[in-house]
Structures are given as structure tokens and as C-alpha cells.
Nanobody, 129 residues
Framework: QVQLVESGGGSVQTGGSLRLSCAVS????????IGWFRQAPGKEREGVAA???????????YYADSVKGRFTISQDKAENAVYLQMSSLKPEDTAMYYC???????????????????WGQGTQVTVSS
């Protein structure tokens, strides 16, 4: 059973930075996507960033237009961790942030929520103006 545990959320002011961490229990598959998603109150869950792995190597990274240039997704394989570095935060970034994992076959884009089977419990990010 794959488990994901997020941490690193908190409250910051506009323009601040946070780094979210996602600890992933070990798994043996080499082809997968790990993504960060967020959900604000009253809104649908949306994709923030993701990367894909093909044969154990990073194949691509993907970002929502709203976070390009401000957020960076990265992976530390030795630590079995995925990070989301968030900079220049805005009040509209306020949400619960989740990391999630999907395996092939893929039927939708990297940001298709229903494609991800494994989810963490989330970590809250609040950006005040």
C-alpha cells in the first residue's frame, strides 16, 4: 500500500515562500506521475505541478499556468520525497495542498484529478494580504 504524507504548510504574507514536502512510501514501479494539487473552499481540486517518471528517470515536469515561474516541483529519490517550492505567494494560492500518485495506463493529462489513485491527507497553505 503506497502512502503519501504532506508537510510544510503554514501561514505567510503575500510575497512569501514555503516549501511543501511529500514523503512517499517505497514502491517498485518505475513509471508514474507524482503531482501536487490544491483545493480552496468552495472550489474544485486543481493540479498545481507534477513530474512524470519513465523507466525510473524524470521525463517531464508540468505546471499550471497560474504558478509557472513561482512554483518548482522536485524529487529526492534517496529520501523518497517530493517537494513543492512556492515563492511569490499570493492570497489566491490559499488552499489545502495535496500530493498524489498515479500509475499507467494514463487516460488524461497530468492534472486530471480522477487519474490519481493515491493521495496524502493534505497540508494547509494560507497567504494573507
Amino acid at each position: 500500500q503506497v502512502q503519501l504524507v504532506e508537510s510544510g504548510g503554514g501561514s505567510v504574507q503575500t510575497g512569501g515562500s514555503l516549501r511543501l514536502s511529500c514523503a512517499v512510501s517505497r514502491f517498485t514501479f518505475n513509471n508514474y506521475y507524482i503531482g501536487w494539487f490544491r483545493q480552496a473552499p468552495g472550489k474544485e481540486r486543481e493540479g498545481v505541478a507534477a513530474f512524470s517518471s519513465v523507466n525510473g528517470n524524470t521525463y517531464g515536469t508540468y505546471y499550471a499556468d497560474s504558478v509557472k515561474g513561482r512554483f518548482t516541483i522536485s524529487q529526492d529519490k534517496a529520501e523518497n520525497a517530493v517537494y513543492l517550492q512556492m515563492s511569490s505567494l499570493k492570497p489566491e494560492d490559499t488552499a489545502m495542498y495535496y500530493c498524489a500518485l498515479r500509475f499507467p495506463p494514463y487516460r488524461g493529462s497530468w492534472s486530471t484529478v480522477s487519474e490519481y489513485f493515491y493521495w496524502g491527507q493534505g497540508t494547509q497553505v494560507t497567504v494573507s494580504s
